[in-house]
């Protein structure tokens, strides 16, 4: 007895010498006890008949970048999943109090629901985990940047508002198994803007949401839709576009305030032009793209450039007209000086001497040279001149083509004024054309803009 005495005492002290194997956490026994015989390939219900509804909610945090030429919109979301797994329950008490907890999403069953509007997927963190409660409740959140195909109305830019759908569906299963709904109302969701950063290009309007069911095949599909309602601001490209066009429109309309015969009027508005082609080249990058129908902005653009060379055109006519009539004067200036000039060669000088005395009589120093005889007298005269010396006779002949000079030049100088003037007239009238022409397009473009604002 003594011997087994001392062998059970020996084997008391050997068992407080090995340390006791440390009791698992209450966490991890729920983790283990959930997920010991869970298959994530089957649909959590016990009922295979029973269908598994997952409701859904969607903060739109901001739009990133709208591009008209590809017909996408990248906006970062913040997506909300619910749903109920009826294999994921257990009683809080039996451990330790513990009401909630995060499960990987890669060991659990998670609805393939998707949004058919997905071009790809952006920059989003990627999200491993999801919330389980104790009565089977799954919630999946997480940030997503999307890039989403939508139908863009760039008529109207920058005065444009855009409507972009997200589209939640399941990819495979019927409604009879997944079913769609909205974890909140459609009237919080459509108002609900705390998130979205409302300090950039884009205001958020609205986002309304829709359920419906298609049916395909003789099965029917749960959908959800938000659409996505946003409009721009459009203070900076009227301070960068519109105004700047404008103020050239309107240093081109004074321009027309330059006298005619100054020479610097069609200097002037070919500057206007070449600053006006630098100033659309350098904004062709601000300019929306669209491949099916042209903004109203690039309307604008092209046609002040047209109206700007309309407005050269006109001048280059008007200015031409004006020197060919001086041209045309002059030689006829020339050809009257020479015709005189030559034609009282060989005629006699007594006749000469005294005819051109009584026409001298008739030029007054402080007189403005009038023409008071016609050519026809003065030929006349100097036909009468016979037998003069060749000096006096060449005398004469230099003071009658003078005299002739100087009404040929009283006249053409009066010619001038009256047709400067015709053509300040015709100026005018073209200049009152073009404003009207500019006054109906600048209204009939602001029409175009309001009527689309407040539609």
Known sequence: MSLIWLILSFSAHLAECVPEKPKRSALNQLTRTLLRKYDCGVRPVHNWTSTTTVYIDLILQSVLDVDGKTQSITTSIWYRQVWTDEFLVWDPDEFDGINEISLSSDAIWIPDVIVSEFVEEGKSPPIPYVYVNSSGSVKNYRPIQAVLA?????????????NCSLTFRSWLHSVKEIDLALWRSAEAIASDKREFMNDGEWELLSIPSQYWQIRQDDTDYAHIQFNVLIRRRPLLYVVGLLIPSIFLMLVDVISFYLPLNSGTRIAFKISILLGYTVFRVNLTDELPVTAVRTPLIGVFFAVCMALLMLSL????????????????????SVSACLLDKYGSAGHGFTESVLTSIKTLDHIHPSADYELEHSPEEDLLSLNELQDAPSGLEWLLGELASLRQALSQEDGESAAQAEWLALCSKLDRLLFRLYLLVLAVYAGTLLL????????
């Open 150 to 162: 939508c139908s863009l109305e760039m008529y109207a830019f920058p005065f444009d508002k855009q």
């Open 448 to 455: 175009l803009w309001a009527s689309w604002s407040f539609n």
């Open 313 to 332: 055109t006109k001048s280059i006519l008007v200015v031409k007209l004006l020197h060919h009539s001086e041209k045309e004067v002059k030689q006829m």
